[in-house]
């Protein structure tokens, strides 16, 4: 399991997620349950949000894909001085995926990344990424990929040259042209209290990607499939800040240090 630090802040609160922490230890509860499967048909090799990492780890085997979890220690500190602690989950990837960059040049890779939620959701799949290059003269044409696509989950909400996405509401109707990916962040963080009213019109992402770039092994077409659930990673986000909150805010029996 890697482990890692990330930051946040909050209406009096500074936040960071580091390595090592003095902060008192806060044990994150599940409060939002994942729906399991999902009801969007989205699937990246019949995985999908809602999966425990171990579902997907077993879910990716097929394709002899190992995966490797990521954590870090989420620290919330206020400005009076009181914080607190959590580890939990953060994301996983492909054992050896460091960067995008590291796999530019090759014509052979096959990786998978993405998210999980916070332990306030059960610390699940949030989004999947899957990457595969090839050759440009042995990659499958896009649009055949479109047409494959558009058979499984019906015609896209918006597509060009190399890229087709299918957008859906938090009840499953399908969307137009709009911005979904830029409305949360898929990594948690911590959310204000006056930042929670957070209605989006989005519930799940689906995109496909497929391009040809020049690198110094020579051209490379890289297809991508992702998969986003927005509607999980909201319930997830606003469940987690409320117990941080809470946490802040306990009242704590005097010590009995020796002064």
Same mark, same amino acid.
């Given at each position: 399991?890697?482990?890692?630090?990330?930051?946040?802040?909050?209406?009096?609160?500074?936040?960071?997620?580091?390595?090592?922490?003095?902060?008192?230890?806060?044990?994150?509860?599940?409060?939002?349950?994942?729906?399991?499967?999902?009801?969007? =048909?989205?699937?990246?090799?019949?995985?999908?949000?809602?999966?425990?990492?171990?579902?997907?780890?077993?879910?990716?085997?097929?394709?002899?894909?190992?995966?490797?979890?990521?954590? +870090?220690?989420?620290? %919330?500190?206020?400005?009076?001085?009181?914080?607190?602690?959590?580890?939990?989950?953060?994301?996983?990837?492909?054992?050896?995926?460091?960067?995008?960059?590291? $796999?530019?040049?090759?014509?052979?890779? $096959?990786?998978?990344?993405?998210? %999980?939620?916070? =332990?306030? *959701?059960?610390?699940?799949?949030?989004?999947?990424?899957?990457?595969?290059?090839? =050759?440009?003269?042995?990659?499958?044409?896009?649009?055949?990929?479109?047409?494959? %696509?558009? @058979?499984?989950? +019906?015609?896209?909400?918006?597509?060009?040259?190399?890229?087709?996405?299918?957008?859906?509401? =938090?009840?499953?109707?399908?969307?137009?042209?709009?911005?979904? *990916? *830029?409305?949360? *962040?898929?990594?948690?963080?911590?959310?204000?209290?006056?930042?929670?009213?957070?209605?989006?019109?989005?519930?799940? @992402?689906?995109?496909?990607?497929?391009?040809?770039?020049?690198?110094?092994?020579?051209?490379?077409?890289?297809?991508?499939?992702?998969?986003?659930? $927005?509607?999980?990673?909201?319930?997830?986000?606003?469940?987690?800040?409320?117990?941080?909150?809470?946490?802040?805010?306990?009242? $704590?029996?005097?010590?009995?240090?020796? %002064?």
């Amino acid at each position: 399991m890697r482990n890692r630090g990330f930051s946040v802040v909050a209406a009096g609160v500074i936040g960071l997620l580091a390595l090592a922490t003095s902060a008192s230890a806060f044990d994150m509860k599940q409060t939002v349950e994942a729906a399991v499967p999902p009801a969007y =048909p989205f699937r990246i090799l019949d995985a999908y949000p809602g999966m425990t990492f171990a579902e997907m780890q077993t879910a990716m085997a097929v394709k002899e894909l190992e995966l490797a979890e990521a954590s +870090g220690t989420l620290t %919330l500190r206020s400005t009076s001085g009181a914080s607190i602690s959590a580890e939990i989950p953060v994301s996983y990837a492909t054992v050896g995926f460091e960067t995008p960059m590291h $796999h530019q040049g090759s014509t052979d890779a $096959h990786y998978v990344l993405g998210d %999980l939620t916070t =332990p306030a *959701s059960g610390s699940v799949v949030a989004t999947i990424t899957r990457t595969m290059h090839f =050759p440009p003269a042995e990659a499958t044409p896009f649009g055949a990929l479109l047409a494959q %696509l558009t @058979e499984l989950y +019906g015609t896209p909400s918006s597509a060009d040259g190399s890229t087709a996405i299918w957008r859906l509401d =938090p009840e499953g109707n399908k969307l137009g042209d709009v911005s979904c *990916s *830029s409305q949360v *962040s898929h990594a948690f963080r911590y959310l204000q209290p006056d930042n929670r009213d957070m209605n989006s019109v989005c519930g799940a @992402e689906y995109v496909m990607t497929h391009w040809t770039s020049q690198t110094g092994n020579g051209a490379v077409t890289k297809i991508t499939f992702t998969l986003i659930d $927005h509607a999980l990673l909201r319930r997830d986000a606003i469940a987690a800040s409320e117990q941080l909150d809470a946490g802040m805010t306990a009242t $704590h029996e005097a010590s009995d240090m020796d %002064l």
